[in-house]
């Protein structure tokens, strides 16, 4: 028994917390250099309207997790929060924006789509990230 314990103890040390960081992740969408606003009339029941999503980018570039952000249309403000965290893990994402109901064309040309879109993002290590993504420029930086 002498002899497992010194084991034992180097096994529960070595299964310390495998949380992975993240970084609470906030910002504005800007079109026309102002917040990208807009009224969900004419939309079914609980469709937002408008989808922001992260897609991480692991090693190689291949595809990891998706992330949504909780959209305001009346501010063009956006927070990203998981049911396990508050902010996006470290690490590379490109950004994918859509906007009318599901199932109908998306009024952006599927220019922001997974396949399509110029927005990408880093989220390093900081207190809080601010990020603007202008629709106009094609851009999303991190402050």
Do not use: H
């Not at 299964?15 to 609470?24: A, E, F, H, I």
């Not at 504005?28 to 606003?37: E, L």
Request: glycine share 12%; aromatic share 8%; charged share 25%.
């Amino acid at each position: 028994m002498r002899k497992a314990l010194p084991l034992l103890l180097f096994i529960i040390a070595g299964c310390g917390d495998s949380t992975v960081k993240t970084v609470p992740v906030g910002g504005k969408v800007i079109k026309d250099g102002k917040p990208f606003i807009f009224t969900a009339q004419k939309l079914p029941p609980g469709e937002p309207g408008f989808r922001l999503e992260f897609l991480k980018l692991e090693d190689g570039g291949k595809e990891g997790l998706l992330f949504s952000g909780q959209f305001n249309p009346a501010d063009g403000s956006f927070s990203v929060k998981t049911a396990e965290s508050n902010g996006l893990p470290l690490g590379k994402y490109k950004v994918i924006i859509a906007k009318g109901a599901r199932g109908l064309p998306d009024e952006f040309k599927n220019q922001f789509s997974k396949d399509k879109s110029p927005l990408s993002l880093t989220i390093t290590d900081a207190k809080e990230i601010q990020v603007e993504i202008d629709l106009d420029k094609k851009t999303a930086s991190a402050r």
